[in-house]
């Protein structure tokens, strides 16, 4: 049985204990969608019902959360790094993918992907009704969610931060703490080849 796959993906955050703050805003008894969504919001401090929703859909992703018949709860998964990693590659859109074209990048002796370069290369695998339901805005819209599921995966220690221009000083890695995410390129890390490895991809 093939894992379903999820689309809604926040921006990243400063670092993994946000997956766990918003994992325990969630309840253990399950409640509906609105009153999760207004825990979030109370608990994580998320601006909009919206945020707090992507949340919500990227908590069941990483196998944190699930919906039953009731409502949502919150799972009793612990997010240490090895299962983020797991459940991000398995299930959420396009995680593998962009793994995989910096990982053929790096091994065809390629200088770093940037995301759009990324996106580029992932982009056949968008589901294609994301084309009729925007076809005007659909690749912006996916060029910049290609930028978030690179942060993540940078998060995630499956992939390095570098300069996206080569000046031949230094290694390239960037500044962790840098926020400016759309301006630099990526190379896979060996946790990064490693775990896609495990997942098949």
Not at 11 to 28: G, I, K, M, Y
Not at 86 to 100: G, I, K, N, Q, T
Not at 137 to 161: C, P, Q, S, Y
Not at 183 to 201: M, Q
Request: charged fraction near 35%; charge should be negative; aromatic fraction near 6%.
């Amino acid at each position: 049985m093939v894992d379903a796959r999820f689309k809604l993906l926040p921006a990243p955050p400063a670092d993994l204990d946000a997956v766990r703050d918003a994992q325990r805003a969630v309840p253990l008894v399950p409640g509906d969608e609105d009153d999760c969504c207004a825990r979030l919001q109370q608990r994580c401090g998320y601006e909009t019902r919206d945020v707090a929703r992507t949340w919500l859909t990227f908590l069941r992703a990483l196998e944190l959360a699930v919906e039953t018949d009731a409502g949502f709860k919150r799972l009793p998964a612990e997010p240490d790094p090895d299962h983020l990693r797991d459940a991000f590659l398995r299930r959420v859109s396009l995680a593998p993918e962009a793994l995989r074209a910096l990982v053929d990048a790096a091994d065809a002796g390629e200088a770093p992907l940037d995301a759009g370069a990324v996106f580029e290369r992932v982009r056949d695998a968008v589901p294609t009704y994301e084309e009729y339901k925007n076809p005007a805005e659909w690749t912006d819209i996916w060029r910049d969610r290609t930028a978030d599921l690179l942060g993540w995966l940078a998060l995630l220690d499956l992939v390095e931060r570098v300069d996206g221009v080569d000046d031949g000083a230094g290694d390239g890695a960037a500044d962790p703490g840098d926020e400016s995410d759309r301006d630099l390129a990526y190379r896979p890390t060996e946790r990064g080849r490693a775990a896609l490895a495990a997942v098949g991809s």
